[in-house]
């Protein structure tokens, strides 16, 4: 599937997209997300909020959007511990092509 002439919007859309998918198919792998949905949350926020984070991940409903914020919270995001310990892994003569 090529992306020539897409928009910046519809690859920011895409991207998106498959970001999403990626963190609930995580989220399902880590036993977080099930077939049953037995818990309300509800509370107050600012409709601008709201708005702004549907717009922000591409998604529609407030369902849609708890699932995908509580799915990225819970997981573990050990990316700066990871880039942190690989200081000095990488040869300080390594041609970066810059």
């Given amino acids: 599937?090529?992306?020539?002439?897409?928009?910046?919007?519809?690859?920011?859309?895409?991207i998106a997209h498959t970001r999403n998918r990626l963190v609930l198919e995580q989220a399902r792998a880590d036993g977080?997300?099930?077939?049953?949905?037995?818990?309300r949350l509800s509370g107050r926020v600012p409709v601008e909020l709201i708005e702004a984070a549907k717009k922000g991940a591409h998604v529609t409903s407030d369902t849609e959007l708890l699932e995908l914020a509580s799915s990225r919270l819970?997981?573990?995001?050990?990316?700066?511990?990871?880039?942190v310990s690989r200081k000095g892994s990488v040869p300080a003569d390594i041609d970066l092509g810059i």
């Fill in 74 to 83: 819970a997981l573990k995001d050990d990316f700066g511990a990871r880039l």
């Fill in 32 to 39: 977080l997300l099930g077939a049953a949905k037995t818990t």
């Fill in 1 to 14: 599937m090529s992306n020539r002439g897409a928009t910046a919007a519809e690859n920011d859309k895409r």
